[in-house]
């Protein structure tokens, strides 16, 4: 059930906004597909769940990889208020799951940035394999 009211959270876009806490809070939830669907509305909420990108990032770090990609999805939806969230993004490289790196640098660019690397001349950033 929690998991369904924080996926039909993510349909309503940024007025669902005064929700954002309860989904910061359902971050920490013992049921994977409620933390990835947790993860998942903040990003649908956009600009106004800055608030959030603390969870989002520290959900970067979940031993779920779907929470993984869907907090890395929303932290770039949020866009440019996520900057505090690169490093850990950029740990994301590395990771065995590409959905998790197609993820996170997906994310990296919607924020605007890479920490540690400047941008290849052709406009974006290197493609990682």
């Given at each position: 059930?929690?998991?369904r009211a924080a996926f039909g959270l993510s349909r309503h876009g940024p007025a669902a906004s005064p929700a954002a806490p309860d989904l910061v809070a359902a971050l920490k939830r013992p049921?994977?597909?409620?933390?990835?669907n947790a993860a998942l509305a903040p990003g649908a909420i956009g600009p106004p769940a800055a608030d959030a990108v603390p969870a989002l990032t520290e959900a970067l770090g979940d031993p779920e990889w779907a929470v993984w990609r869907q907090a890395a999805r929303a932290l770039g939806d949020i866009g440019p208020a996520a900057k505090p969230a690169l490093p850990a993004l950029v740990k994301l490289d590395s990771d065995r799951s590409k959905p998790v790196r197609e993820a996170a640098n997906g994310a990296r660019t919607k924020i605007g940035g890479r920490v540690g690397e400047p941008p290849n001349l052709t406009g974006g950033w290197p493609e990682l394999n």
């Open positions: 059930m929690q998991a049921d994977p597909p409620v933390r990835q």
